[in-house]
């Protein structure tokens, strides 16, 4: 019996020894530990006595340098073939690799240097940091220094789920905190069950009716939504010592936008917990432009899902629709103006995508036609920089392409073919 419960038992005893949750002394200790990993570590006297021994040894590695083996990671990436011949690097890509640690030329270093046999001989000082990293994350609680830590570690040893992973457990880690250490008091204002007396309960069992069980848990006076909203604004007002509104937003930016697969390709359901909690830290009058692209991003994820069931076109079109409106437009600052139309212009452009793909042109090419007299925001007549002019010219491409095959769909070929 204790051999089969060794699991449970051994599970009983870390708990109690090192229960989870915020300890910041213990997460300075693992830190440390893991710290300790990644200094540049010297030759052992082995190797210094080999090299000795060695008239034509080769020139050494470089020290342990983290942004060196997030470049050989980053390299051998973005290569799509296995001939190992054309994965070598070229001797001035071995340069630029090297730029930190060369001390003028130092040719026979950059000729000999290999990225990939640099990465497997660093990676096990890498992957060490990275354990002890990710250990501290059982205490870091509200603090994002340790999802700083294995962002930088996962980053050096390609990899990238460790970011996404360190990110959502500091979030939820995060919130969790504000509702046990800054909402007990208000959460402690509970509604408890009465007992019944032993005449109501006597009557109750002549009546034939079952007992409440005695165990049942209090009504708190707030429903879970309103405690989220709660801890939301606590943090945005910045009223939580252990954490600032603007590492909250890192956080949340850093879930959607890691290195690997995109949240909403992996967990598009998730993806939209973390949108609500962007679009609530981030004011559409504060922060219009920024506000209308997430909304964006939110109707995208709605559109994929509308592909396995059609309900979620609605929640797209609603997402378009909101998001497109501009309120208080003489409010709003004259250099933000034109990028501001140009937004407007996409999202309403995303309602006719919801009709394009259900595949009803009649209705994608009336919202089209009513879009014309806004193609002034895109075309010549507008005012933007270059990195705007890009935007515009992409959106008026795909407003022609959706015009135009809508109107082919419809049997309506000359007009058609008219568009440009």
């Not at 060695?54 to 001939?83: G, R, T």
């Not at 920089?385 to 095959?405: N, T, V």
């Amino acid at each position: 019996m204790l051999f089969l419960g060794k699991d449970w038992i051994f599970s009983k005893i870390s708990f109690f020894w090192s229960p989870p949750g915020y300890n910041s002394a213990k997460v300075d200790k693992l830190l440390g530990k893991g710290d300790s990993f990644l200094v540049p570590q010297g030759k052992s006297f082995f190797q210094e006595f080999k090299e000795f021994l060695s008239a034509d040894s080769e020139p050494p590695l470089p020290p342990l340098d983290m942004q060196l083996m997030e470049e050989a990671c980053v390299y051998f990436e973005n290569k799509n073939h296995k001939d190992p011949f054309l994965d070598y690097p070229s001797w001035h890509r071995k340069k630029d690799f090297l730029k930190n640690h060369l001390n003028g030329e130092e040719l026979e270093l950059i000729l000999t240097f290999e990225p990939g046999f640099y990465w497997k001989e660093k990676i096990e000082y890498v992957l060490q940091a990275l354990d002890y990293y990710k250990r501290a994350l059982n205490f870091s609680g509200p603090e994002i220094r340790v999802p700083r830590r294995i962002e930088k570690a996962a980053l050096a040893s390609c990899r990238y789920a460790e970011i996404l992973l360190a990110y959502t457990t500091h979030i939820y880690a995060t919130e969790s905190y504000v509702e046990k250490a800054y909402l007990a008091d208000l959460l402690s204002n509970t509604d408890f069950l009465k007992k019944p007396s032993w005449f109501k309960k006597i009557w109750n069992w002549m009546r034939g009716r079952k007992e409440k069980n005695k165990e049942m848990p209090t009504v708190s006076r707030l429903t879970p939504k309103q405690i989220q909203l709660r801890i939301w604004d606590m943090i945005r007002n910045n009223q939580i010592s252990e954490i600032k509104r603007s590492e909250f937003i890192e956080s949340l930016q850093k879930t959607l936008n890691n290195r690997g697969t995109p949240l909403t390709l992996s967990s598009p359901r998730e993806a939209l917990e973390v949108y609500e909690r962007l679009l609530f830290f981030v004011s559409n009058q504060n922060s219009p432009i920024e506000y209308r692209r997430y909304r964006k991003d939110r109707a995208g994820i709605y559109l994929d899902l509308a592909k396995e069931d059609e309900i979620y076109f609605q929640n797209a079109i609603r997402e378009f629709q909101d998001a497109s409106e501009l309120p208080n437009p003489e409010n709003l600052p004259g250099e933000i103006f034109p990028a501001l139309l140009v937004e407007s212009f996409s999202l309403e452009l995303g309602i006719a995508k919801v009709h394009f793909e259900r595949r009803n042109f009649s209705a994608c090419l009336n919202h089209l036609t009513k879009m014309e007299n806004k193609l002034r925001n895109l075309d010549e007549r507008s005012i933007g920089g270059i990195g705007l002019d890009i935007e515009k010219k992409s959106l008026l491409k795909e407003y022609r392409e959706m015009k135009k095959i809508s109107l082919r769909k419809l049997g309506r070929f000359e007009e058609a073919d008219e568009i440009p």
